[in-house]
């Protein structure tokens, strides 16, 4: 079975800052896909960064990367020089990459700061 | 840009009534899914729908809940008979295909149920 854990619950951070949030996995599978989601207060949840097992490379999306360790299992989010549109939910989530339908799952999510 | 659109965006129902939420998912999708976030806590997966049939399911999806597809561009889910305890965030996703991982939310659907 897989699993996602947020330890962090909440931060805050200083506008400008650079920003770690923390995301462990476990599964089985050999193949899957670890991806981070934002959620602001009106509710949606949006697609920020996306890493493959296989991928060497840690991901890179403008102000956001993901900080890949395999062998550790975690794929903590890096936010560098965070705004104030940056304050929301963060969900760290992931889905197996062999089942084409798999579904996506989701950790607790960590509520994000941003300090004038 | 294309996105997944969900309506209505609020919906109040007395326990005991049916619902339907509605979802047009992104045009060239194949993948389907439902989720549903109690206020305050985490995403919950609920079912997921390919090729016209479900492909998975949580505990969640008990009977009390149906997926549809009725036509081309509408995915839909029904609650037969709702309970305090569905009153949830839900939200509706789609991803395009086998090798393209990640999947795209609607804005989601606020049901309380009174």
């Known amino acids: 079975a897989q699993k996602i854990t947020q330890t962090q619950p909440g931060m805050f951070v200083q506008e400008k800052e650079a920003v770690t949030l923390d995301c462990t996995y476990d599964t089985s599978d050999q193949s899957y896909g670890l991806f981070w989601y934002k959620q602001p207060s009106s509710g949606e949840m949006i697609f920020l960064i996306y890493?493959?097992?296989?991928?060497?490379q840690n991901a890179t999306e403008g102000r956001y990367s993901l900080n890949f360790q395999k062998a550790r299992k975690s794929a903590n989010l890096v936010i560098s020089a965070s705004q104030l549109g940056d304050s929301a939910m963060y969900f760290c989530a992931m889905r197996d990459l062999y089942s084409s339908a798999s579904k996506i799952i989701f950790g607790s999510g960590t509520r994000l700061s941003i300090r004038p | 840009e294309p996105e997944v659109t969900q309506t209505p965006s609020h919906q109040v129902t007395q326990m005991g009534q049916e619902v339907i939420l509605r979802c047009v998912p992104i045009s060239n999708h194949l993948y389907f899914y439902w989720y549903r976030q109690i206020l305050g806590q985490k995403v919950e997966f609920l079912v997921s729908?390919?090729?016209?049939?479900?492909?998975?399911k949580s505990e969640i999806f008990d009977d009390q809940f149906s997926v549809e597809r009725p036509d081309g561009s509408n995915f839909t889910l029904k609650i037969r008979s709702t309970k305090l305890e569905d009153s949830a965030m839900y939200f509706c996703?789609?991803?395009?295909?086998?090798?393209?991982?990640?999947?795209?939310f609607g804005q989601g659907t606020r049901l309380t149920v009174v």
């Open positions: 890493q493959g097992s296989y991928d060497e």
């Open positions: 729908f390919y090729n016209n049939e479900i492909s998975e």
């Open positions: 996703a789609s991803r395009e295909g086998q090798m393209i991982t990640e999947a795209f």
